[in-house]
């Protein structure tokens, strides 16, 4: 069978276009409306790329055919139609496509061979941090921090942009990638010339950053990968993944008045981690789905990694082609119309697909809330609130702040940021908390000193359609002036907190809060003083920032008291919904989205002026602290050796359930006490210079010694002390778990990690696996695994392998003390179990086996090249 059976012709607006067409696969047997959206958009991929070698008939034949449950999985080659990263995990995978280039060149070889084959965006939104607030010169002085400590990474950014190929940077200051690839870079249907004609095909796309996702709410397949995975797409290889089962959630009703799509997204975060959805793809449809526009369903699709999916899809219907009309892409309107019409991938809001299992979900049952304090899924109703986070203790500290006198107690707010693509992509939420703010500001309130508010929307087009509704002033009255474009709080980047408080927190053992319009809010991740993190509404995070302190009725007790002394409720500040609705038609148009978009590439005038070096390979400087040619191919040879049939290693760490990639790897802050912190301050680094750790992700030496480097990492070898510590044995001795891995490394000795379920859950980080394999670690031990880090694991040339159902380190008696024993590595295969021992010191041994979750044979080959790195590396060099 030939896909140019299913080779036909379009015409769109009086051009003529070609496409492969799926619904034609009829002609073979196969009933494609019975599939998901989802899985449609597979079947296209594969029949577009079936080519006889790499995409066979019988993958086609696999994916058609599509099963709601499979007992052992099937693999098939995926191809990303491009790829999307941020700089935190954009830099270290295009550094590590110049050590490519070195490599190969090394080896006698064309280092111009490294190259993307497929469109590669990244932009620059995780480095700007909020160190000024709350005055309207924040933005530029931010903006100005941002590039004196981040030359040297978007120095070498500006070179990739001029010395690879199909590779485009958007320069700081632009914006958040999830929401510029939504408003600007996504097509929904792309085109590329083939032959005489142009092609006609699905977006897709693969990114560096688990939140790619959000595009799924515009009807995209999208999703985050690791960045060692997403050079091997770049370089041309497949996605090679097992056919996903699709939980289907159907939406019925409609929110109720008050009720915001940020507080039906944590509802579904709840209900969906509940459901064990890791690894499935779920789509939304039903009635209610089609009571949510685009921003509405990016919102929840955002998410898709806090509830465990690969994917939160929404399939391409009406709401799609308007969303595109009014984001200024009218004739891509025209053609993903016509398109998804023609292949089926168009949703009428009846159809009832087949999927593995079906969720209800009526959008009047959700409620107002919030979620915390260390847990995206950890729900909490606003009218519960006060009942669920009241301190067990009564504490106040009195102290003097710009002049005011403020009482800091156990359950401030000391951060309220308005922050996140999740939720700044969506003008109903920005709209309504500028109007919240604007009812506030007449009733004479004000934010407490204690809080630190900050405004950081995603996109530059929030800016102006909100000072064209002249609904910036209240909220820059508030102290949510705009303090940058890019990720800020929500990924940690919160910047200091007045020095006073820090220092009276860190003095009385103060547990104050933050509360965010972000995704994440795991422990340490927003700031390290700060244990509760509570993610919210652009709404609730004005009230609750006028409040002042988390542990409040909203429902019952006023937000503040109004000049004359009288309560003011939140049910008096609350929006309605048909004003925010007629602020919005008035005034977000096309024309701001042009406006904002037609530069987006060039930069401003500080990236325009920086000097690049236009050199095949990238000329490294071994002086800078920022970017280091990475050790993963100094010993690289052509050849693959032999390989082994088992290892022996000590734990490296004991770890409990929920052990996310910030503690494995994490983005903020570097401690000077740290192995990272100490070697920067004898690189000759002040401890003021240290930026962090996000932002130095292009030198190896610093993330090596900060894996494993969270201040709250609980290692049961050093129970109840926390923090990146160890025991090393035998000596049985205390210390830094970078300095034991390097003596165990001194001495020959190889690694395991034993840990509980959800391991790696969070960010698509490949530093928390690249920094794990850099250590020593050979293979990591767990009951369970996030997608993502399980992926980058295996990228690493680490082996992932999986407890028995019910078995665990402490039900198997496992202290960390043993001597680990892996046995039958040379036979390995998908879904095999190994046995291990576990030598104990008085000579007992435990015997256990344990599941290798290399899913596919393709994983398998991974794995004995040591990682996809040298896998792809060589079969260039083949060429």
Known sequence: MSNQEFLQKIEVNGTSYSLYNPKLLVNKGVNIGRLPFSIRVLVENILRKMNGTTVTEQDLEQISNWKPWYIDPVEIPFHPARVLMQDFT?????VDLAAMRDAIKAQGGDPRKINPLIPVDLVVDHSVQVDHYGTAQALEQNVVKEYQRNNERYAFLKWAQHNFDNFRAVPPNSGICHQVNLEYLASIIMQRQQGDSLLLYPDSLVGTDSHTTMINGAGVMGWGVGGIEAEAVMLGQPYFMSIPEVVGV????????GVTTTDLALTVTQILREQKVVEKFVEFFGEGSQQLNVMDRATIANMSPEYGATMGFFPVDEHTIQYLKRTNRAEQARITEAYTKETGLFYNGYEIPEYSKIIELDLGSVEPCLAGPSRPQDRIPVRELKATVTPAEEKTVALRI??????????SIVIAAITSCTNTSNPFGLIGAALLAKKAVACGLTVPAHVKTSFTPGSTVVADYLRKADLLSPLEQLGFHIAAFGCTTCIGNSGPLHPDIEQAITDNGLSVAAVLSGNRNFEARIHQKIQGNFLASPMLVVAFALCGRIDVDMEKE?????????????ADLWPDAAEIEALISQHLSAELFQHNYAGIFEGDTRWQAMPVAEETTFPWDAASNYIKNPPYFTAFQQETSSGEDSITARALLLLGDSVTTDHISPAGAIPETYP?????LGQGVSTREFNSYGSRRGNHEVMMRGTFG???????LVAPREGSFTRKFPEDVEMSVYDAAMQYQ??????????????????SRDWAAK??????????????????HRSNLVGMGVLPLQFSQGESWQELGLDGSEVFTLNGLAALEPGKELEVQAAKADGSIVVFTALVRLNTDIEVSYYRHGGILPYVLRALMAE
């Open 771 to 788: 920094g794990t394999q850099l250590l020593g670690v050979r293979a990591v031990i767990a009951e369970s695994y996030e997608r993502i």
């Open 558 to 570: 006023p937000v503040g008291l109004d000049g004359n002394g009288n309560p003011v409720l939140l």
């Open 90 to 94: 954009g830099v270290p995978a295009v």
């Open 676 to 680: 990272a912190g100490r070697y920067l």
């Open 250 to 257: 159907h939406m019925t009703g409609r929110l109720r008045p």
């Open 710 to 716: 969270n201040i709250r990492i609980k290692n049961q």
């Open 746 to 763: 001194e001495e020959g000795t190889s690694l395991v990690v034993l840990a509980g379920k959800e391991y790696g859950t969070g960010s």
């Open 402 to 411: 710009d002049d005011q006198e403020i009482a800091l107690r156990n359950g």
